[in-house]
């Protein structure tokens, strides 16, 4: 069994951010409401979407826990705020539930929200390398680029995951 998991192991090691990013990235413009990126994210089933400004030039990036430390931050008078923002998604379907629709906060948008504080790693980083880099940064995507800076792809923690089932 032994060498059957170093096997497994140095197959992993050889596997590239290009080899598991997700291309044909699904984005969000800067003035997207909150209604399209709840959309965007239950639709899509991801937990964060790129967002792009008039140019189509990624500029930032919007997942659930960045909305939620916009409204802790910027609505701690109100405590039912951090949920103004989308309606209960069930974790495991990511489907809407609809038994506690809450109205979405429209004044809202992707700009108020994104970070842009974008991380990114060359397609040609091994997957190891981008799961470090992602620990040490507390995030959970990527974005890949091309050897000229551009982006083209996202990696996730679920593609990771992916490539260790293959």
């Not at 948008?109 to 992602?134: F, G, H, I, Y």
């Amino acid at each position: 069994m032994t060498g059957e998991t170093e096997n497994i192991e140095g197959a992993w090691l050889n596997l590239t951010a290009r080899d598991m990013m997700q291309t044909g990235m699904v984005t969000v413009p800067m003035d997207a409401t909150a209604t399209e990126i709840e959309r965007t994210l239950v639709e899509n089933k991801i937990s964060g979407v790129p967002v792009h400004d008039n140019a189509d030039k990624i500029v930032g990036i919007i997942s659930w826990r960045d909305v939620m430390e916009y409204f802790a931050e910027n609505h701690s008078d109100d405590p039912r705020n951090p949920h103004a923002f989308y309606r209960f998604v069930d974790v495991e379907t990511q489907e809407l539930g609809y038994e506690i629709e809450i109205p979405l906060d429209e004044t809202v948008v992707a700009r108020d929200v994104m970070s842009t504080d974008l991380l990114t790693a060359p397609a040609t980083s091994n997957l190891q390398e981008v799961a470090k880099l992602m620990t040490e940064r507390g995030v959970h995507r990527v974005l890949i680029t091309d050897p000229f800076g551009d982006i083209i792809g996202i990696l996730s923690t679920l593609d990771i995951l992916r490539s260790l089932a293959r």
